[in-house]
């Protein structure tokens, strides 16, 4: 069965950093495109980094550019978002994503004092 | 950054009648190999997205036929033919042509 599994969020202080984690299984990993996109409570989707299959190109939005850095293990099929200098406003469910076609369940991240 | 526009952003609808939300990018998805690469997305209350259609048209495993999609360049259409109760939710258009991948705004379907 095609799987992400993500882990590592948790309640944080503003400043603070996070690193999450993201198992995947039932696929090639190293082939895809994977991603990382949030939903803070009550509002959408917001996709937030995502990197090649062979973690050579990456890209960020904006709103998190320079505080958060993707990195893939092939070897181990992990996907990692290292956080930090966290905002209030990055409190949101993160989402592992294949491409668009298999999600997690999420992993939440709360920031605040 | 390709902006993506969904409208409506609400639909109310009587089970059994058919739905249509529109989603507009800000300029072309077709990717340099040929392909467009826009996805459309259903998030039931209390779950994660799950993925309906992939590549304007094509239903992904398990998605129930009464889920289309179509459009081409610019323009794109997500169209349910019979709404069932199980379809309330907000769907999403996502395009994965080019970093950074986008959302539209999601359109919220409800029952009447």
């Known amino acids: 069965e095609v799987q992400v599994l993500e882990s590592g969020g948790g309640l944080v202080q503003p400043g603070g950093s996070l690193r999450l984690s993201c198992a995947a299984s039932g696929f090639t990993f190293s082939s895809y495109v994977m991603s990382w996109v949030r939903q803070p409570p009550g509002k959408g989707l917001e996709w937030v980094s995502g990197?090649?299959?062979?973690?050579?190109?990456?890209s960020y939005a904006d709103s998190v550019k320079g505080r958060f850095i993707i990195s893939r293990d092939n070897s181990k099929n992990t996907l990692y978002l290292q956080m930090s200098s966290l905002r209030a406003e990055d409190t949101a469910v993160y989402y592992c994503?294949?491409?668009?076609?298999?999600w997690g369940q999420g992993t939440t991240v709360t920031v605040s004092s | 950054d390709i902006v993506m526009t969904q409208t409506p952003l609400s639909s109310p609808v009587t089970l059994g009648q058919p739905a249509s939300i529109s989603c507009r990018s800000s300029?072309?998805?077709?990717?340099?190999?040929?392909?467009?690469?826009l996805s459309w997305l259903q998030q039931r209350p209390g779950q994660p997205p799950r993925l309906l259609i992939y590549k304007i048209s094509n239903r992904f495993s398990g998605v129930p036929d009464r889920f289309s999609g179509s459009g081409a360049g610019t323009d794109f259409t997500l169209k349910i033919s019979r709404v069932e109760a199980e379809d309330v939710g907000v769907y999403y258009c996502?395009?994965?042509?080019?970093?950074?991948?986008?959302f539209g705004q999601g359109t919220k379907l409800e029952i009447k």
């Open positions: 990197i090649s299959g062979g973690g050579d190109t990456t």
């Open positions: 996502m395009q994965t042509t080019q970093f950074p991948y986008t």
């Open positions: 300029q072309s998805l077709v990717h340099s190999g040929g392909n467009t690469y």
């Open positions: 994503v294949k491409a668009s076609s298999v």
